[in-house]
């Protein structure tokens, strides 16, 4: 018996061992419970990208921790530092390895990363086939970096040696002779050496051969030991914001093979499961509509058989008054889903969720949730987001008047870090670095930057313009007065809010057609040190036209001009077809200004017929392959100019692109299509219909792609715009079509955006009178870890092979947490279409 039992023991503890040893699963990356190590299944790309989704990635009991593992030459690499190709990606299964080839052609360097599964954890070895170049000895190093937000206020060791993580950056650095610092992205400079000729040069927090991350948390618990390398601990926030924490090694001069090998050991708690994710609708629900709860598994729980809902009295006490049955949905991707339907309680009050051991915050149901979805949005984030202008809330200056030296004509030949370039000739009258005058006016920032995207101050426009014609929406909570360039946030001043926001957005817009002659690319930094500004928008620049006659950074005897190159440039080349949208904006907007300000109005529609004309004629002279019509893309502009002008024409070009686009692809199409209906008559609706049934099989089949029902984008920016979109589209498609789209699929776009998708369930519309929204989002504040009210997150990003991911306490990833004037701008004519259909 002893024997038996002994025997039964000595094979539970291998079984025990087995499974606390990372494998090589299908979707080639390592993993255990609790642990998985990405081995460069997300590439880097350079200059727009952060990079801080790259690389070798720790996804550390279900947060991703660590990412960039890679060869480097800086030891706290910034934004725009060059980072490697990665030219050939093997896996070997029988060896556990994946191996990556990095080359920085820069410098025609080349090294290969050997990643090895070794029972509970991984070693990292870096390989040289030829020594170290010359100008990188002492500058190339294997690093990888660790979630600041994670780690801040836990302890470390290294070699024995006890510290604390700060919560603020500290550290010290040495300053370095510019000859010595490694190229950045196709030149550009991050930083402005004030003339000293030196860059800052981080030195470590600490050095040692041994490294403990956080022993007293263990699900962030990490242990790095090098045999043959000094670890060096860095804090990357000492050069900018969005830095993490570094672990580095140097490369070593002079020799080849293997040069460098780390062990890198996650800890992974025994028999952790990650938590349910109960996802709700943050803001409440109206009695009468669906109420639905998808609940994200991890694939190891087993799932409950019921759920309930509890009540909360006006005591405080909690009643259960409803269980139901959980049902399957099935697997997406990492985890494992099913779904609790609640639609059978009608009765308002304040309501939690009970799953399992699992209680979620509370919540409303009642009939008025939806009145405040866009107040804080229309209120708040879009007028603190006009350019040329102070805007003041209470006590408090979100920004002072921004630019007033104006703009300056972008060199030809410029290419410009936020992925604009400036042609081999200006296309206007004025010359390089000459001030354009009268472009500092109007027009809004476009996200948590501050250029004018003349693209997307289109599409604002638009947006603004279809919002007031559909809805008429007269909320007046914001005081503009364009002589005096003052915004007063929650001051009404008389006139509805929108239209002085249209009034704005075409302002600056018409400054470009006026004086350009046609429509910028963008109006931008001229230095990349400007354009990674966090602050204050006004201080971005002296307020002062550059001088090239004075030193740098000294200002005029007469007060009037400077020798500082901080002044914004205006990128004029021509694009006929941002000419063409500009001309449809016009029409659309002198139709709203009519009544309000008929100079503009007036103007607006001046140059929309200017531009339409001239747009076409570049267009008809361009060489065959790239004229022809404008394609299906333009359908919109067909269409407003038709609303615009009542000219048959236009509508004869719009249902001559309408149908075969439809054809193609009626999930993409049909929104353009619906705007056409109250201006089409009866023959067009019945010929749209078989289309709105088409797009009803696609709402379907979105129920049958993913629990949420949504379309959930996959690319490296967060799919909220689509959601958002999706969203506007059923509402138009339910407004006319009733009978087809029921008012049933009104809420699955405001579930998604208000708690219920994967990773977390906070609602992503910042403080949209929800219990749990988003904390932190990526602003122009967002160095404050804050948000700027009504702001709409991306969303929820993807990272392959698998892992969904939106941190809420870390601003700094664009492309999960930074909200757009084009995406906003469109939640707003999504907000106003679902709340006037669901009252």
Same mark, same amino acid.
């Given at each position: 018996?002893?024997?038996?039992?002994?025997?039964?023991?000595?094979?539970?503890?291998?079984?025990?061992?087995?499974?606390?040893?990372?494998?090589?699963?299908?979707?080639?990356?390592?993993?255990?419970?609790?642990?998985?190590?990405?081995?460069?299944?997300?590439?880097?790309?350079?200059?727009?990208?952060?990079?801080?989704?790259?690389?070798?990635?720790?996804?550390?009991?279900? /947060?991703?921790?660590?990412?960039?593992?890679?060869?480097?030459?800086?030891?706290?690499?910034?934004?725009?530092?060059?980072?490697?190709?990665?030219?050939?990606?093997?896996?070997?299964?029988?060896?556990?390895?994946?191996?990556? @080839?990095?080359?920085?052609?820069?410098?025609?360097?080349?090294?290969?990363?050997?990643?090895?599964?070794?029972?509970?954890?991984?070693?990292?070895?870096?390989?040289?086939?030829?020594?170290?170049?010359?100008?990188?000895?002492?500058?190339?190093?294997?690093?990888?970096?660790?979630?600041?937000?994670?780690?801040?206020?836990?302890?470390?060791?290294?070699?024995?040696?006890?510290?604390?993580?700060?919560?603020?950056? /500290?550290?010290?650095?040495?300053?370095?002779?510019?000859?010595?610092?490694?190229?950045?992205?196709?030149?550009?400079?991050?930083?402005?050496?004030?003339?000293?000729?030196?860059?800052?040069?981080?030195?470590?927090?600490?050095?040692?051969?041994?490294?403990?991350?956080?022993?007293?948390?263990?699900?962030?618990?990490?242990?790095?030991?090098?045999?043959?390398?000094?670890?060096?601990?860095?804090?990357?926030?000492?050069?900018?914001?969005?830095?993490?924490?570094?672990?580095?090694?140097?490369?070593?001069?002079?020799?080849?093979?293997?040069?460098?090998?780390?062990?890198?050991?996650?800890?992974?708690?025994?028999?952790?499961?990650?938590?349910?994710?109960?996802?709700?609708?943050?803001?409440?629900?109206?009695?009468?509509?669906?109420?639905?709860?998808?609940?994200?598994?991890?694939?190891?729980?087993?799932?409950?058989?019921?759920?309930?809902?509890?009540?909360?009295?006006?005591?405080?006490?909690?009643?259960?008054?409803?269980?139901?049955?959980?049902?399957?949905?099935?697997?997406?991707?990492?985890?494992?889903?099913?779904?609790?339907?609640?639609?059978?309680?009608?009765?308002?009050?304040?309501?939690?969720?009970?799953?399992?051991? /699992?209680?979620?915050?509370?919540?409303?149901?009642?009939?008025?949730?939806?009145?405040?979805?866009?107040?804080?949005?229309?209120?708040?984030?879009?007028?603190?987001?006009?350019?040329?202008?102070?805007?003041?809330?209470?006590?408090?200056?979100?920004?002072?008047?921004?630019?007033?030296?104006?703009?300056?004509?972008?060199?030809?030949?410029?290419?410009?870090?936020?992925?604009?370039?400036?042609?081999?000739?200006?296309?206007?009258?004025?010359?390089?670095?000459?001030?354009?005058?009268?472009?500092?006016?109007?027009?809004? *920032?476009?996200?948590?930057?501050?250029?004018?995207?003349?693209?997307?101050?289109?599409?604002?426009?638009?947006?603004? /313009?279809?919002?007031?014609?559909?809805?008429?929406?007269?909320?007046?909570?914001?005081?503009?007065?364009?002589?005096?360039?003052?915004?007063?946030?929650?001051?009404?001043?008389?006139?509805?809010?929108?239209?002085?926001?249209?009034?704005?957005?075409?302002?600056?817009?018409?400054?470009?057609?006026?004086?350009?002659?046609?429509?910028?690319?963008?109006?931008?930094?001229?230095?990349?040190?400007?354009?990674?500004?966090?602050?204050?928008?006004?201080?971005?620049?002296?307020?002062?036209?550059?001088?090239?006659?004075?030193?740098?950074?000294?200002?005029?005897?007469?007060?009037?001009?400077?020798?500082?190159? #901080?002044?914004?440039?205006?990128?004029?080349?021509?694009?006929?077809?941002? #000419?063409?949208?500009?001309?449809?904006?016009?029409?659309?907007?002198?139709?709203?200004?009519?009544?309000?300000?008929?100079?503009?109005?007036?103007?607006?529609?001046?140059?929309?017929?200017?531009?339409?004309?001239?747009?076409?004629?570049?267009?008809?002279?361009?060489?065959?392959?790239?004229?022809?019509?404008?394609?299906?893309?333009?359908?919109?502009?067909?269409?407003?100019?038709?609303?615009?002008?009542?000219?048959?024409?236009?509508?004869?070009?719009?249902?001559?692109?309408?149908?075969?686009?439809?054809?193609?692809?009626?999930?993409?199409?049909? @929104?353009?299509?619906?705007?056409?209906?109250?201006?089409?008559?009866?023959?067009?609706?019945?010929?749209?219909?078989?289309?709105?049934?088409?797009?009803?099989?696609?709402?379907?089949?979105?129920?049958?792609?993913?629990?949420?029902?949504?379309?959930?984008?996959?690319?490296?920016?967060?799919?909220?715009?689509?959601?958002?979109?999706?969203?506007?589209?059923?509402?138009?498609?339910?407004?006319?079509?009733?009978?087809?789209?029921?008012?049933?699929?009104?809420?699955?776009?405001?579930?998604?955006?208000?708690?219920?998708?994967?990773?977390?369930?906070? @609602?992503?519309?910042?403080?949209?009178?929800?219990?749990?929204?988003?904390?932190?989002?990526?602003?122009?504040?967002?160095?404050?870890?804050?948000?700027?009210?009504?702001?709409?997150?991306?969303?929820?990003? *993807?990272?392959?092979?698998?892992?969904?991911?939106?941190?809420?306490?870390?601003?700094?990833?664009?492309?999960?947490?930074?909200?757009?004037?084009?995406?906003?701008?469109?939640?707003?004519? *999504?907000?106003?279409?679902?709340? @006037?259909?669901?009252?």
């Amino acid at each position: 018996m002893k024997k038996i039992l002994a025997t039964l023991f000595a094979c539970f503890s291998i079984a025990i061992l087995t499974a606390q040893e990372l494998k090589l699963n299908e979707l080639e990356y390592f993993e255990k419970q609790g642990v998985n190590y990405l081995i460069y299944s997300n590439l880097f790309t350079g200059g727009f990208n952060d990079e801080k989704n790259a690389g070798i990635e720790l996804i550390h009991h279900g /947060v991703r921790t660590a990412q960039g593992g890679a060869i480097r030459l800086s030891s706290t690499p910034e934004q725009w530092d060059l980072v490697p190709v990665i030219s050939n990606r093997k896996i070997d299964r029988m060896l556990k390895t994946i191996e990556a @080839s990095l080359r920085y052609a820069e410098y025609d360097f080349d090294s290969r990363i050997v990643v090895t599964a070794k029972g509970k954890a991984i070693e990292i070895a870096v390989y040289l086939d030829k020594p170290l170049p010359k100008a990188l000895e002492g500058k190339a190093g294997f690093n990888l970096e660790f979630l600041p937000s994670q780690y801040w206020n836990k302890a470390y060791l290294v070699d024995g040696r006890y510290n604390r993580f700060p919560r603020y950056v /500290v550290g010290n650095t040495q300053a370095k002779p510019n000859s010595e610092k490694p190229k950045q992205f196709k030149g550009y400079n991050t930083s402005d050496d004030r003339g000293s000729g030196k860059f800052i040069d981080p030195l470590p927090l600490e050095t040692g051969r041994s490294m403990v991350l956080a022993p007293d948390d263990p699900s962030r618990l990490v242990k790095i030991s090098s045999p043959d390398a000094d670890l060096l601990l860095y804090d990357g926030r000492i050069l900018a914001q969005n830095g993490w924490f570094v672990v580095r090694s140097t490369l070593p001069a002079g020799k080849t093979g293997k040069v460098l090998s780390w062990t890198v050991d996650a800890n992974a708690i025994d028999g952790w499961i990650r938590e349910p994710n109960i996802g709700f609708s943050q803001v409440g629900y109206q009695p009468s509509q669906p109420k639905i709860s998808v609940i994200e598994l991890d694939k190891k729980d087993k799932p409950e058989t019921s759920a309930s809902l509890y009540k909360l009295g006006d005591d405080g006490t909690a009643t259960k008054v409803f269980t139901g049955n959980v049902v399957p949905w099935g697997d997406y991707f990492k985890y494992h889903y099913v779904k609790f339907d609640f639609s059978s309680v009608t009765t308002p009050g304040i309501y939690y969720i009970q799953y399992g051991a /699992v209680k979620t915050n509370n919540f409303l149901i009642e009939k008025n949730v939806y009145d405040n979805i866009t107040k804080a949005t229309s209120d708040v984030w879009i007028p603190i987001h006009m350019n040329h202008m102070t805007v003041n809330e209470g006590y408090r200056i979100w920004h002072g008047e921004p630019f007033k030296e104006g703009y300056l004509q972008a060199p030809p030949n410029t290419d410009h870090f936020d992925l604009h370039r400036q042609g081999p000739t200006t296309d206007t009258k004025y010359k390089a670095l000459e001030l354009i005058p009268g472009l500092n006016i109007g027009g809004f *920032f476009d996200a948590g930057d501050f250029d004018i995207e003349t693209g997307a101050n289109i599409g604002v426009v638009q947006n603004f /313009v279809k919002t007031w014609e559909y809805f008429k929406p007269q909320r007046d909570q914001t005081f503009v007065n364009q002589q005096q360039r003052y915004v007063d946030l929650h001051r009404p001043d008389g006139t509805p809010d929108i239209l002085q926001y249209i009034e704005h957005g075409t302002l600056n817009l018409l400054a470009q057609a006026e004086i350009i002659g046609h429509m910028a690319q963008t109006l931008s930094n001229a230095v990349l040190d400007n354009y990674h500004h966090l602050g204050d928008a006004a201080s971005i620049t002296d307020g002062l036209p550059y001088n090239p006659k004075l030193g740098a950074h000294e200002i005029a005897a007469d007060g009037k001009s400077s020798g500082v190159k #901080d002044d914004m440039w205006a990128f004029t080349s021509r694009n006929p077809r941002l #000419d063409f949208r500009a001309a449809t904006m016009f029409a659309a907007a002198s139709r709203a200004l009519k009544g309000y300000n008929d100079g503009l109005a007036d103007r607006a529609l001046k140059q929309s017929k200017r531009l339409l004309k001239e747009a076409s004629d570049l267009m008809a002279n361009q060489p065959q392959e790239n004229a022809g019509p404008f394609g299906s893309a333009n359908m919109a502009t067909y269409l407003q100019l038709f609303i615009a002008t009542g000219e048959q024409t236009y509508s004869d070009e719009f249902l001559k692109l309408l149908w075969p686009a439809l054809e193609r692809n009626v999930s993409f199409t049909l @929104s353009t299509a619906l705007d056409a209906v109250p201006y089409m008559n009866a023959s067009f609706i019945d010929k749209l219909r078989p289309y709105v049934v088409k797009y009803k099989d696609y709402i379907d089949s979105l129920e049958k792609n993913n629990p949420y029902g949504v379309p959930i984008g996959l690319g490296n920016w967060a799919g909220s715009g689509d959601v958002v979109g999706f969203g506007t589209t059923v509402c138009f498609a339910h407004k006319f079509f009733p009978d087809i789209i029921d008012s049933k699929q009104l809420y699955k776009a405001s579930n998604y955006l208000f708690g219920c998708h994967p990773y977390h369930n906070y @609602s992503l519309v910042a403080t949209l009178g929800a219990t749990r929204p988003k904390n932190v989002f990526y602003g122009n504040n967002r160095a404050d870890f804050s948000f700027i009210p009504g702001n709409v997150a991306p969303g929820i990003l *993807f990272r392959k092979p698998d892992h969904f991911e939106n941190y809420d306490d870390w601003p700094f990833l664009w492309g999960q947490n930074e909200g757009t004037i084009g995406g906003n701008t469109g939640y707003l004519i *999504f907000g106003e279409a679902f709340r @006037s259909l669901v009252k």
